[in-house]
């Protein structure tokens, strides 16, 4: 079992940052990927960011070149770095770890972090 943590949520004018930070209640280096998903009002979750264990990173293509995912091995964290917000980012933002075990995949997600972009 894995637990997440989400923080950094909350409200910010357009243009502006904020990072979000997922803990983990596990070594991260144990975790295959881990990413970033959000789900606004009325649409589906939706992959923002991914990371492998190995480093590699995958962004969807609407937040390129503005957000990027980051992980901290020694703090088993995995950051959101969100830079030239939108008022389209505002969702609530889920913190996903996925581990390959054998022939056995394991999905585990956190409770998510609502922010809002707005002036």
């Known amino acids: 079992q894995v637990q997440l943590a989400e923080s950094g949520g909350g409200l910010v004018q357009p243009g502006g940052s904020l990072r979000l930070s997922c803990a983990a209640s596990?070594?991260?280096?144990?975790?295959?990927?881990m990413g970033w998903y959000r789900q606004a009002p009325g649409k589906q979750r939706e992959l923002v960011a991914n990371?492998?264990?190995?480093?590699?990173?995958n962004y969807a293509d609407s937040v390129k070149g503005r957000f990027t995912i980051s992980r901290d091995n020694a703090k088993n964290t995995v950051y959101l770095q969100m830079n030239s917000l939108k008022p389209e980012d505002t969702a609530v933002y889920y913190c996903?770890?996925?581990?390959?075990?054998?022939?056995?995949?394991?999905?585990?997600w956190g409770q998510g972090t609502q922010f809002t972009v707005s002036s």
């Open positions: 996903k770890a996925v581990l390959y075990r054998g022939s056995w995949l394991y999905n585990y």
């Open positions: 596990i070594s991260i280096f144990s975790i295959n990927h």
């Open positions: 990371i492998t264990n190995g480093g590699t990173t």
